[in-house]
């Protein structure tokens, strides 16, 4: 016995005509006779009853039409799952990003593959820059946006957008009236304090605070230091020191904190394994080449 043949009985139980029937599944009557009688035989009993009119189930025919009705569903809802899940339609993506664009670019282009792709899960994880690339070759995460480009061989990237850094001052800063500033404006700063991230760090990102502050002609008065964006930000938003971060980080404590641009630039990223087979990856991929990561975030 096989799928097509219970296919053929479940149709003809519910015809209950053999011409009909075979009209409907595109064989012949003999042929449709030949496959039912082939089930019966290697059931070992009647599954319909028959005379030269009519054409009935019997009481064990009714029984395995409702079993194999909900088998069939079952064995097509499993089959339509494992296509979904081999396409990458149905699964898990684990997405590394940086607390910058946690109020950006992030929710919208979350979004975006919600809409398109509404069964694939997204783990969100909040990575460090400098463990980026670990956590991509360990296999913690599938996919991560970062500042900086891979420096494992085994990994591929992405450019995504550049965006200006820029001065964050507390809302009754001097400066908080202002909207743009040249690098050379920020010497008015030298003697106020900074909440930065560490400025001897390896990091891409280190490494261009330092040039900031050297184009502008000091060192800074360092208050806190730390890797955490939002952080600072809140450090900032207390008045407690003043600091240079991606433009993208303005989403956060809107009304607290002032973000005045300045022209060194930072570039934005996404990185992930060569040759990952993974398809929500590949799906996660194309949503990513196909969004706008310039355009203003959606409103909340």
Not at 31 to 50: P, Y
Not at 142 to 149: G, K, L, Q, T, Y
Not at 246 to 266: D, R
């Amino acid at each position: 016995m096989n799928l097509q043949q219970i296919e053929y009985f479940l149709t003809l139980a519910d015809e209950l005509h053999f011409w009909k029937t075979s009209e409907k599944v595109f064989i012949t009557q003999s042929a449709l006779s030949r496959h039912i009688k082939s089930m019966e035989q290697e059931l070992g009993f009647d599954l319909f009853e028959r005379d030269k009119r009519n054409v009935k189930l019997t009481p064990a025919g009714e029984f395995l039409r409702d079993q194999y009705a909900k088998l069939l569903a079952d064995y097509q809802s499993v089959t339509r799952r494992a296509s979904l899940i081999a396409s990458g339609e149905i699964g898990a993506i684990r997405i590394g990003f940086p607390a910058s664009i946690t109020f950006s670019v992030l929710p919208d282009l979350l979004l975006a593959l919600h809409q398109k792709y509404p069964h694939i899960v997204a783990q969100m994880i909040e990575v460090d820059a400098s463990d980026v690339d670990p956590f991509l070759l360990a296999h913690r995460i599938d996919i991560a946006f970062n500042r900086e480009s891979a420096k494992a061989k085994d990994l591929a990237s992405s450019h995504l957008m550049t965006e200006n850094f820029a001065l964050v001052v507390p809302a009754h800063h001097r400066f908080a009236g202002k909207s743009e500033l040249k690098l050379s404006d920020l010497y008015k700063l030298k003697n106020e304090e900074f909440v930065l991230p560490a400025l001897n760090g390896k990091s891409e990102h280190a490494s261009q605070l330092r040039a900031i502050f050297q184009g502008a002609g000091f060192d800074p008065i360092i208050h806190v230091e730390s890797d955490f964006g939002v952080a600072l930000l809140g450090l900032v938003a207390k008045g407690l020191g003043i600091s240079i971060m991606p433009i993208s980080y303005a989403h956060h404590l809107k009304h607290e904190v002032h973000f005045i641009k300045i022209p060194p630039t930072s570039d934005l990223l996404a990185l992930w394994r060569v040759g990952d087979a993974n398809p929500a990856l590949q799906i996660f991929l194309q949503v990513i080449a196909e969004f706008d990561f310039y355009r203003e975030p959606s409103s909340t």
